[in-house]
């Protein structure tokens, strides 16, 4: 699995891809390298990220899903959101995963985008937003309560009908 982070103030990378042609290019280098799976995202979700909107979100990630869609057709392509129409969009652009931070919980309504569309969808455990994150830290048994809170989030998913 290759990453492929769209966003100006990426923790990993430090949003050095701009644009759709550098996209590409760091997707033909992943695929060379042996990912056989592409995860997208077009919204920071580091310690403190801003929220972006929407329409910024598809301004970023669609003109790159489009263009490596089209230009590796073989490759699988997750799209890392956890809004709903992003997600829609995204599928209908080509994408063959979703991958939520937030398993569902700032937008109950992707999971019924994963389930319409039936594709996978990753549920990631995280405690609030970004900007409150950092204080959502208290955990009774680490371990017990992530896989707890996993559960929920699988049961919520299914109960979507993913």
Same mark, same amino acid.
């Given at each position: 699995?290759?990453?492929?982070?769209?966003?100006?103030?990426?923790? *990993?990378?430090?949003?050095?891809?701009?644009?759709? !042609?550098?996209?590409?290019?760091?997707?033909?280098?992943? $695929?060379?390298?042996?990912?056989?799976?592409?995860?997208? #995202? %077009?919204? *920071?979700?580091?310690? !403190? %990220?801003?929220?972006?909107? $929407?329409?910024?979100?598809?301004?970023?990630?669609?003109?790159?899903?489009?263009?490596?869609?089209?230009?590796?057709?073989? $490759?699988?392509? +997750?799209?890392?959101? &956890?809004?709903?129409?992003?997600?829609?969009?995204?599928?209908?652009?080509?994408?063959?995963?979703?991958?939520?931070?937030?398993?569902?919980?700032?937008?109950?309504?992707?999971? @019924? =985008?994963? %389930?319409?569309? !039936?594709?996978?969808? =990753?549920?990631?455990? *995280?405690? @609030?937003?970004?900007?409150?994150?950092? *204080?959502?830290?208290? &955990? !009774?048994?680490? =371990?017990?309560? =992530?896989? #707890?809170?996993?559960?929920?989030? +699988? #049961?919520?998913?299914?109960?979507?009908?993913?």
């Amino acid at each position: 699995m290759g990453v492929i982070n769209l966003t100006p103030d990426s923790f *990993s990378d430090g949003g050095r891809i701009k644009g759709a !042609g550098q996209a590409l290019a760091l997707a033909r280098r992943l $695929v060379a390298q042996g990912a056989t799976l592409l995860d997208l #995202g %077009a919204q *920071s979700t580091r310690p !403190g %990220a801003e929220d972006i909107g $929407v329409g910024t979100e598809l301004a970023r990630l669609l003109p790159a899903l489009e263009l490596i869609r089209a230009a590796l057709p073989q $490759v699988l392509l +997750s799209i890392d959101t &956890y809004r709903a129409p992003v997600a829609a969009a995204a599928l209908e652009a080509g994408a063959d995963w979703l991958n939520d931070v937030s398993a569902g919980r700032m937008d109950p309504k992707l999971l @019924g =985008v994963a %389930a319409g569309w !039936g594709c996978p969808l =990753v549920l990631m455990h *995280s405690r @609030g937003t970004s900007r409150s994150m950092d *204080s959502l830290t208290a &955990y !009774g048994d680490l =371990v017990d309560d =992530v896989i #707890g809170e996993l559960q929920e989030a +699988s #049961g919520r998913a299914r109960a979507a009908g993913v």
